[in-house]
């Protein structure tokens, strides 16, 4: 039986007085792929921030493993067993890529050890000791969804993280999202790059103005590239 990890009922978000999400309403089963699609401003990325508490004023039902979190403190989101990972990926420059492995907190059982860590991303056991700043770019992307998977965190939430790098390590970034699938973690990823999320996901939901105008799943993708082209112009 499938098991609602993640379900959003008549979300609506602001930033100050800006109302950017309109009664937004999704359901992430367990172990699911499932990607946002859209526009920039559809309000993709506010969805993902509203879930872990990080927008203005929220109102409708966030609910996680069954818990309501719509009132939650992003760290106490978090403990349920949230990682997010935002697009400007937050490394801190100063500090080597290990020390940056090393500082989130454990909010759950099961986190990823080094070593495991290290076996997904081979690049930063090579890196282990450089700083923050001399990673290249994709190596930052792989150290950011590294460092939430240290956490025990089940859930993932990514935001556009192939943006801006070479199909090489975007290729690897697909290889690691199929990993964690195969290793029953539960996956939303909000992607500009539709070549690169489309095999990836088992269900697509598409946003247009703060609302979900679509969902549809991977064996619909081609009845529905009509409709994607429109919204999307892929």
Request: hydrophobic letters at 45%.
């Amino acid at each position: 039986m499938t098991k609602e990890l993640l379900k959003i009922e008549d979300l609506h978000a602001w930033y100050g007085e800006s109302h950017i999400l309109h009664g937004v309403n999704l359901t992430v089963n367990e172990g699911e792929v499932v990607t946002l699609l859209g526009r920039n401003g559809a309000g993709r990325t506010t969805t993902m921030r509203a879930i872990v508490g990080m927008t203005g004023a929220r109102k409708g039902s966030i609910k996680i493993n069954g818990e309501e979190a719509i009132k939650l403190a992003p760290h106490k989101v978090a403990r349920l067993g949230v990682g997010y990972c935002p697009e400007e990926r937050g490394i801190f420059a100063s500090l080597t890529a290990e020390e940056n492995l090393m500082l989130p907190p454990t909010i759950g059982p099961g986190g990823m050890s080094l070593d495991e860590i290290y076996a997904m991303f081979p690049n930063l056991k090579e890196r282990a000791a450089s700083p923050g700043t001399r990673l290249s770019g994709g190596e930052q992307q792989m150290l950011a969804v590294a460092r939430i998977l240290r956490t025990g965190a089940r859930l993932l939430l990514l935001d556009e993280i192939s943006e801006g790098l070479a199909p090489v390590i975007v290729q690897k970034l697909a290889e690691m999202i199929l990993t964690l699938k195969a290793k029953g973690y539960t996956i939303v990823l909000v992607e500009q790059n539709f070549r690169f999320a489309a095999p990836l996901a088992d269900r697509f939901y598409v946003m247009e103005h703060g609302r979900i105008v679509k969902q549809f799943a991977q064996a619909e993708l081609a009845g529905n590239m009509g409709m994607l082209q429109e919204y999307l112009g892929v």
